[in-house]
Structure formats: structure tokens, C-alpha cells
T-cell receptor, first 114, second 115 residues
Framework: GDSVTQMEGPVTLSEEAFLTINCTYTATGYPSLFWYVQYPGEGLQLLLKATKADDKGSNKGFEATYRKETTSFHLEKGSVQVSDSAVYFCALRPSGNTGNQFYFGTGTSLTVIP | DAGVTQSPTHLIKTRGQHVTLRCSPISGHKSVSWYQQVLGQGPQFIFQYYEKEERGRGNFPDRFSARQFPNYSSELNVNALLLGDSALYLC??????????????FGDGTRLSIL
């Protein structure tokens, strides 16, 4: 079945360091891929998305490229800030008429220290 | 514009009780989905409703039920509560049934604790 696998955390980085959070998926066809961020005590906020192979989603300095050949959607940021400390979730929506059932990874906690 | 609103924000119940959680979607959104997020895990899909009809159901027991009202708000009901039902319950809304590029917009959730 459809699933998402994220690198386990927690991840601790110094401010201005480079960030990569790995995400791979299992799905038939061409799912849509998303990254969400969750700050303490809050719900999930959409960070970026990509809907077809080789698409690059980007927002607030974060980027992720939909790689069909490696079934991956790794999240990257060139220079993290303390305010980026949060939990990041990779998610997919299966292809086809499957409505709004999203599959989420287990989340990767990021802490950025000054 | 108001985002997805959920109530209550926190709830404490005991085993065997029943609970009702409420969600108001973003204005103009017709689809509401419910997710359960256990501490340290990603959200797990419970239900989706679109135009007041159930359009999807995750792998949850029949103790879980939901409905959507004419104004597109929704309730999630859980009967015979178990300790394992302790979680953050998230509501998400979107405009349509589930187009490829359309994301879901999440509320801040209801934290349910079962004693």
C-alpha cells in the first residue's frame, strides 16, 4: 500500500547550517507530494508541494524536488534559523480519485541552536 | 479570513465515555477530513466528508463516526473510549474533493486525554 518513510530524528543544527530531511515514498502511479510543518501546540501548516516528476516545490527558503526514479522528496534549506525549529512531515496523496486521504511520515523534529 | 477552527482545544475523559469533537472549515471549503495524531507519530486518516457524504474511511473501528452538516462543519464522535484513543485529533479542510494540487488546511487540533 501507499506509505511514506522519513529519516528519524531528532535533528539538531546550528544556525545557518544546511538542512536535509530525507523522505521516500511507496505508491502506485504518480502521487502528489507535500511537506508540512508543525510548531509546538499547533496544527500542520503546508510548507510546499509538488504534483509531478521533476517538479520543485519551494517556500520560505525550503525546497524539495519530486524524484520519480528514486521515489524521493527530500526537504532542503541552505541556511536554517532558530525559528525553523519544528517537526516536519512528508505526506503523499495517492494518484487517482482517492479523495483527500493523505499518508504521512512519522515526522522529523528539528532544533536549531543559536 | 479565519482558518480551520476546532473545539474544544483540550478534553479529558475516562475510559468508556463518549466524546464529540467539532470542526468548522475555512469559508467556502466543502471537504472536511479527520486525522488522529498519536504523540510522536504522523497523522492517521480517519474520515473524509464532502458535500455531507462520507467519501473515505481509514482503518479505525466502528466506535469512530462522523458527520457533516449543511454548513459544511463536522463532528467526530468516538464511543466507548479506550486509553489508546488519547491523541491529538486534527481536522483539515479543502475546497474540493481532492484535486492533485490541492493541499489540505489543518486546524490546531483537539487534544484528547483518556484517564
Amino acid at each position: 500500500g501507499d506509505s511514506v518513510t522519513q529519516m528519524e530524528g531528532p535533528v539538531t543544527l546550528s544556525e545557518e547550517a544546511f538542512l536535509t530531511i530525507n523522505c521516500t515514498y511507496t505508491a502506485t502511479g504518480y502521487p502528489s507530494l507535500f511537506w508540512y510543518v508543525q510548531y509546538p501546540g499547533e496544527g500542520l501548516q503546508l510548507l510546499l508541494k509538488a504534483t509531478k516528476a521533476d517538479d520543485k516545490g519551494s517556500n520560505k527558503g525550503f525546497e524539495a524536488t519530486y524524484r520519480k526514479e528514486t521515489t524521493s522528496f527530500h526537504l532542503e534549506k541552505g541556511s536554517v534559523q532558530v525559528s525553523d525549529s519544528a517537526v516536519y512531515f512528508c505526506a503523499l496523496r495517492p494518484s487517482g480519485n482517492t479523495g483527500n486521504q493523505f499518508y504521512f511520515g512519522t515526522g522529523t523534529s528539528l532544533t536549531v541552536i543559536p | 479570513d479565519a482558518g480551520v477552527t476546532q473545539s474544544p482545544t483540550h478534553l479529558i475523559k475516562t475510559r468508556g465515555q463518549h466524546v464529540t469533537l467539532r470542526c468548522s472549515p475555512i469559508s467556502g471549503h466543502k471537504s472536511v477530513s479527520w486525522y488522529q495524531q498519536v504523540l510522536g507519530q504522523g497523522p492517521q486518516f480517519i474520515f473524509q466528508y464532502y458535500e455531507k457524504e462520507e467519501r473515505g474511511r481509514g482503518n479505525f473501528p466502528d466506535r469512530f463516526s462522523a458527520r457533516q452538516f449543511p454548513n459544511y462543519s463536522s463532528e467526530l464522535n468516538v464511543n466507548a473510549l479506550l486509553l489508546g484513543d488519547s491523541a491529538l485529533y486534527l481536522c483539515a479542510s479543502s475546497h474540493g474533493q481532492g484535486a492533485r494540487a490541492e493541499p489540505q488546511h489543518f486546524g490546531d487540533g483537539t487534544r484528547l486525554s483518556i484517564l
